[in-house]
């Protein structure tokens, strides 16, 4: 495969995870601030999606979803990602499947449509995330039941789990510096719960601990879990699959990513709860960044290595 | 229920071929099975059909991006439901002449590019060769595969108001427009089911099988790699270029996925590098190698002209083919047929003056108003002057142009272009259309697909049907 192709398709894939991603966010932050504001502000999702020298913030929730999904001069609005998934589908429509490439154009010419934007203003906002959310929901079936599975599946697969368990790692990272700045354990239950409810694990979680926030449950569903395909273990465990099929198939060297990612997930396999609060779970993350870092490196060189 | 309405307002241009009426106001028969189905559709349906047909060149993607404040808005390029229809008799004709027509232009070119007999022999002055921009040395005594330079052409076609096609252009460099042949059948077959079986209307679908086959069977190796080069996703023929790599389940690549090594081309891929055999370029000669040509191009590769003088890999079209459609060059084109194939044309060429010739200026001039003048190297609608159009001053700027440097400019009268029924607002209307057949070359001859884009001016009375000015297309049948 193109070098330049597999690149569009991790590509691809990444924006379209990120979308996903950005609107759970949004729909569970908003329920969660007409319950409690003073906990779940918007400012720091604001902060989170933007670059440094963004200026806009707000408090108001239509504003906040509204620059989210449409502001031009924000490159993680849904718009700029959903035009920049489609930019890297529509150089890639060879490789994938008719059914995936018109289901992303679709999104995109819904998204551009004249008078979107209003209908956020006017309708209710739930309904109008949900309505964006179906679109990414049936983009996962799509290539499920339509992509052959073979380099660009694998490929696209590397895309939607290295952007998934980045996402997990940042909204973790954001849930704990606000765990710490408050000694409440209802407080610290509430954000616990919100992490659950956004990366999608709340369901499971009451399925397999009823209803009481430990923790150490939280942690080591969110991290550990081998089921849960929203657990960092699940997606490290995926990238491992899918990189070592491109290398079986002849579609990729054995390469340092292998190392790296097998690396990755026995580590986080084999700690304990009581090593991750030893060391401290912001440590513990803090590596697993740093991992993941690596491995996002080491991937990028397939595409440029044979640049010369 | 009849829709009277439809065609209370069909007013024929005088002096002007219809392809529907012909003198007697009476439908030629070739339009009976769709001028009663529309009789008998509702004004609402036909909406709804047209509306149908934008969502589907939309949500397909078969869009073209035009940049405006850093932001980019899809178009379509306009649609207009009403085929325009061919009957058989007139196809034969049409792929006799463009058969005839290539084959001496493929001819013409090898001669250029080594014995230049033609020259010799006093048919072609050799200034007009050497002065031409898309004349190569660098293909000078170059040997190509099979002698085929012109694998692919889009031959533009008019009809006259005596009924006969011209030939207005050649199109032997990167023709475009075949995907909207494609997929102007694709909506029809959608907008008026079970109409098209019930003409005999003849199929375009083969199109990418035959061009794969004619790409592949360049090459000497058992199973060549067979690529499509593209400019990238900011070329207003995007869309096609995907589309032909989809049909054809051929990889699309840019520049950059390319190197030379060796004088052989190569692709980067993820498990580095591949051999390519033949490249289907979509890149116009001047960007093709970094090396050669325009020293600021980065679309090309460097090295590939290198690796196509060894043989190495196959370009497609040639380079140089530019040279046979000049528009300088093409007043020379019935010489050719004869000088090569000693035949009659079977399409006529266009009366052409050139304003190099004292006695043809002059002649231009006084007769301004029924003119067109272009320039040689010009393409797209672009640089015309239009005689009827222009105002005085229009006129003597232009002519003050032309006398700086007479020879790069050719004078046509102006054409009655054949107007075919369109669907404005809800009636039809006469429009002007032109053809623009597709032609393969191969190493087992010359094959047309029966069909082609017919190209609409949708403005009144408008004769440019150049997408860029206000065009737009119509799929065309043609009956078996």
Redesign the interface.
């Known amino acids: 495969?193109?070098?330049?192709?597999?690149n569009n398709l991790i590509w691809l894939e990444r924006y379209m995870e990120r979308g996903n991603g950005i609107i759970s966010l949004l729909k569970t932050n908003f329920y969660a601030n007409q319950d409690s504001p003073e906990l779940f502000p918007w400012t720091p999702i604001i902060k989170t999606y933007t670059p440094e020298n963004n200026s806009f913030y707000t408090e108001d929730p239509i504003e906040c979803i509204n620059f989210m999904v449409f502001s031009?001069d924000n490159p993680n609005s849904i718009l700029n990602i959903v035009t920049k998934a489609r930019?890297n589908a529509?150089?890639v429509?060879?490789h994938i499947s008719r059914e995936l490439?018109?289901c992303i154009?679709?999104y995109y010419?819904l998204l551009?449509k004249i008078g979107v934007q209003k209908k956020l203003n006017e309708e209710e906002p739930i309904e109008f995330l949900d309505s964006l959310k179906a679109y990414h929901l049936m983009f996962y079936g799509t290539m499920d039941i339509t992509q052959e599975r073979g380099?660009s599946y694998y490929?696209m697969n590397i895309g939607k789990y290295l952007e998934r368990v980045i996402q997990i790692t940042d909204f973790t990272a954001i849930k704990l510096t606000e765990i710490a700045k408050t000694s409440d354990s209802l407080e610290q239950s509430f954000y616990w719960k919100n992490l659950l409810l956004s990366i999608g694990g709340y369901q499971l979680y009451l399925k397999k601990h009823k209803s009481s926030f430990k923790e150490d449950h939280i942690i080591t569903m969110v991290f550990q879990d081998k089921l849960f395909p929203r657990s960092i273990y699940y997606c490290i465990n995926k990238l491992n699959r899918h990189v070592r099929q491109?290398i079986e198939s002849?579609?990729?060297?054995k390469n340092n990513i292998e190392f790296l990612l097998g690396k990755l997930e026995s580590t986080i396999k084999y700690t304990t709860i009581e090593s991750i609060n030893e060391r401290g779970l912001e440590n513990f993350i803090k590596e697993i960044k740093e991992d993941i870092k690596n491995i996002s490196f080491s991937i990028n060189t397939?595409y440029f290595s044979?640049?010369? | 229920m009849l829709n009277n309405d439809l065609f209370s307002s069909y007013d024929l241009l005088p002096n002007t071929w219809d392809e529907m009426y012909n003198n007697d106001s009476k439908i030629r028969t070739q339009y009976n099975i769709i001028n009663s189905y529309l009789q008998s559709t509702s004004p609402e349906v036909l909406f709804k059909k047209e509306e149908l047909s934008r969502q589907l060149f939309m949500s397909q993607g078969v869009t073209f991006t035009v940049y405006n404040d850093n932001e980019g808005i899809e178009k379509i390029f306009p649609f207009d439901i009403v085929p325009r229809i061919i009957t058989s008799k007139e196809w034969d004709k049409i792929d006799k002449g463009i058969k005839q027509r290539l084959t001496a232009l493929n001819l013409f070119i090898k001669d250029i590019y080594h014995d230049q007999f033609i020259i010799k022999d006093g048919i072609i002055p050799a200034d007009l060769i050497y002065s031409c921009p898309y004349f190569l040395r660098e293909m000078k005594g170059v040997n190509v595969p099979h002698d085929i330079y012109v694998h692919i052409a889009g031959v533009d076609l008019i009809r006259n108001n005596d009924g006969e096609f011209y030939v207005l252009e050649d199109n032997l460099r990167t023709p475009s427009g075949v995907s909207y042949m494609l997929e102007n059948r694709e909506i029809s077959k959608r907008i008026f089911p079970g109409v098209l079986p019930k003409n005999n209307i003849r199929s375009v679908s083969n199109y990418p099988n035959i061009l794969y086959k004619k790409l592949q069977e360049l090459s000497d190796q058992n199973n060549p790699n067979v690529v499509l080069l593209t400019p990238g996703i900011y070329n207003s023929a995007y869309y096609e270029h995907t589309t032909l790599a989809r049909l054809m389940g051929i990889e699309l690549v840019e520049g950059s996925d390319l190197v030379v090594k060796d004088h052989v081309v190569y692709m980067k891929t993820t498990n580095g590098l591949k051999r390519v055999d033949v490249i289907y370029r979509r890149v116009d000669d001047d960007f093709l190698d970094p090396l050669e040509f325009n020293a600021a191009s980065t679309l090309g590769v460097a090295g590939i002209m290198a690796a196509y003088r060894k043989g190495n890999v196959n370009i497609i079209n040639a380079p140089g083919t530019g040279i046979a459609d000049d528009k300088a060059i093409y007043i020379y084109v019935p010489d050719m047929i004869k000088y090569y194939l000693n035949e009659e044309p079977i399409l006529k060429n266009i009366e052409t003056y050139q304003l190099g010739k004292p006695d043809e200026f002059k002649y231009v001039v006084e007769h301004i108003k029924e003119m067109v003048i272009k320039k040689t190297d010009g393409s797209g609608g672009y640089g015309m002057l239009m005689g009827h159009e222009a105002s005085d001053a229009e006129i003597k700027d232009y002519i003050d142009n032309v006398k700086k440097k007479p020879d790069n400019f050719i004078a046509q009268p102006i054409l009655r272009l054949s107007t075919a029924p369109c669907c404005i607002d809800g009636k039809l209307s006469p429009r002007c259309i032109d053809l623009r057949p597709f032609a393969l070359a191969g190493r087992d001859g010359i094959e047309i697909t029966p069909g082609g884009l017919t190209r609409v001016a949708l403005k009144k009375g408008s004769l440019v049907v150049n997408s860029s000015q206000g065009g737009g297309s119509k799929d065309t049948w043609v009956i078996q």
Request: aromatic share 10%; hydrophobic share 45%; net charge negative.
């Open positions: 495969m193109l070098s330049r192709v597999a031009n930019e529509r150089s429509q060879e490439w018109l154009n679709n010419l551009t380099a490929f491109l002849g579609e990729l060297e397939v044979h640049f010369n």
